[in-house]
C-alpha cells in the first residue's frame, strides 16, 4: 500500500473516534416506521433522542451483499445519535434522483447519497441545498461532490486504488488483466479500471450485468474461452469474484484473481488463497461517518474534512492480514 493510503486510514479512524466521542456521552432514542423506503432504521439507542431524521440513499443493486456495511455503519451512527434513518435504494439513476427529491419532499434533515452518476442526480441534489437541508456525499462521486455543493465526503479515491491495484499485479508479471465492470455508467467503477489501466497498458475492460450472477457467469466464461491472453481477473466487486471462480472452474483456466471490496465468501477465498486480494474502502465506516456527520453539522455546526474527501480506502486485505480481518468481515463491520 502506498504511504498515501495508509495517511488516509489514519485520517478517518481520528474523525470516527471523536465523531463518536463526541455523542457517546447523550441518552436516548425513539423508533419509527415509513413503508415508503425498502428498508427503515431506527435511532433506537443510547443516543441523543435528537428528533432528527436523516435520508441515506444509494444505488445499491438488490441482492448486492457490500451495502450491507454501508446500512450497518449508517444503523450503528444512527443508534448512537438518537437519529430517525430512512434508507432507499435504486440502481437506476433517474429513479436514485426521484428517491432524492422524495426525502427533499418530506422534509428531511439531512440527506447522505451516493453520487454515482453525478449529471443525472444534481438536480435533485441541488433542490436539497435550496430547501436548506444539508447533503453529504459517499462511496461515488469523489470528483464531484463538490461541483453539486454536498457538504462533505466519505469515501475511497477510486482511481488510487486502481491505481495501486494495478501496480501490484504489474510487479508481479501480470500483463493482460481483464477487468470487470459490473453497472454501466458508474464513474466510481470506470475509475477504478482508468487506475488499473495506468499501470498496465494492456488491461481491457468487460461489461457485465452485475445485477444476474448467472448473466456474468456465461460472460466471462466465454471471454476466458475466447481470449487465452488473460493473466488476470480484476473484479470490482465481490459478487463478481465469486462468479469469476466459477467462470473459471468451468473453463479450466487459472488467471490471478483479485477484487475490489469483501463480503464473507470472499474474505474465506483470500484465506484458502482462491483470491489474492482485496482492495478494501471500508464501506462501514463510510456509513457510519455520512449520518455522524450530517448529525453534527445539524446538531453543532460542526464540519468534517476542511473541504477535502475524507478517504476510507484504497487498504489491502490478504494473506498477510486475513486471520485478524476475518471475524470482521463475519460481523457486518469490515
Same mark, same amino acid.
Given at each position: ?128 441545498? +435550496? ?19 454536498? /457538504?462533505?465526503?466519505? &469515501? ?20 493482460? #488483466? /481483464?477487468?470487470?465492470?459490473?453497472? $454501466? ?15 498496465? $497498458?494492456?488491461?481491457? +475492460? ?13 460472460? /466471462?466464461?466465454? !471471454? ?11 473484479? /470490482? &466487486? ?63 455546526? +460542526? ?9 476510507? &480506502? ?12 476475518? #471475524?470482521?468481515? !463475519? +460481523?457486518?463491520?469490515?
Amino acid at each position: 500500500m502506498t504511504s498515501r493510503p495508509r495517511q488516509a486510514l489514519r485520517l478517518v479512524a481520528v474523525a470516527a473516534v471523536a465523531a463518536t466521542t463526541l455523542v457517546a456521552c447523550s441518552s436516548g432514542g425513539k423508533p419509527s416506521s415509513n413503508s415508503n423506503t425498502n428498508a427503515n432504521n431506527n435511532g433506537t439507542g443510547a443516543g441523543d433522542n435528537s428528533g432528527y431524521t436523516i435520508a441515506m440513499i444509494t444505488h445499491e443493486t438488490p441482492g448486492d451483499t457490500f451495502w450491507d456495511r454501508i446500512r450497518a455503519g449508517a444503523q450503528q451512527a444512527a443508534k448512537d445519535e438518537g437519529v430517525k434513518l430512512k434508507y432507499s435504494n435504486d440502481p437506476d439513476a433517474a429513479k436514485q434522483a426521484v428517491l432524492i427529491q422524495n426525502a427533499v419532499d418530506s422534509k428531511v434533515d439531512g440527506i447522505a447519497t451516493t453520487l454515482v452518476t453525478p449529471d443525472a442526480l444534481a438536480g435533485a441534489v441541488r433542490a436539497a441545498e +435550496n430547501a436548506n437541508i444539508p447533503v453529504v456525499g459517499f462511496n461515488s462521486g469523489i470528483d464531484f461532490w463538490k461541483k453539486l455543493g454536498a /457538504l462533505a465526503y466519505f &469515501g475511497s479515491d477510486e482511481t488510487l486504488a486502481g491505481t495501486t491495484a494495478g501496480q501490484r499485479l504489474a510487479s508481479e508479471g501480470v500483463k493482460h #488483466p /481483464l477487468c470487470v465492470i459490473q453497472q $454501466s455508467g458508474s464513474v466510481a467503477l470506470e475509475a477504478r479500471c482508468a487506475g488499473v489501466k495506468s499501470a498496465i $497498458s494492456g488491461t481491457q +475492460n468487460i461489461q457485465v450485468n452485475g445485477a444476474n450472477d448467472a448473466a456474468v457467469v456465461s460472460t /466471462l466464461q466465454a !471471454k476466458l474461452a475466447q481470449d487465452k491472453s488473460i493473466d488476470a481477473i480484476v473484479t /470490482l &466487486g465481490a459478487p463478481q469474484a465469486v462468479d469469476s471462480l466459477k467462470a473459471m472452474s468451468a473453463t479450466n483456466t487459472h488467471p490471478r484473481l483479485v477484487t475490489f471490496d469483501l463480503n464473507e465468501q470472499v474474505a474465506q477465498d483470500i484465506q484458502n488463497k482462491k483470491v489474492e486480494f482485496s482492495i478494501d474502502q471500508q464501506p462501514y465506516v463510510q456509513g457510519f461517518m455520512a449520518v455522524t456527520s450530517l448529525y453534527l453539522y445539524i446538531k453543532n455546526g +460542526n464540519d468534517i474534512g476542511g473541504g477535502k474527501p475524507v478517504l476510507t &480506502g484504497p487498504s489491502f486485505v490478504d494473506s498477510k492480514n486475513i486471520n485478524r480481518i476475518l #471475524p470482521f468481515v !463475519k +460481523n457486518n463491520t469490515r
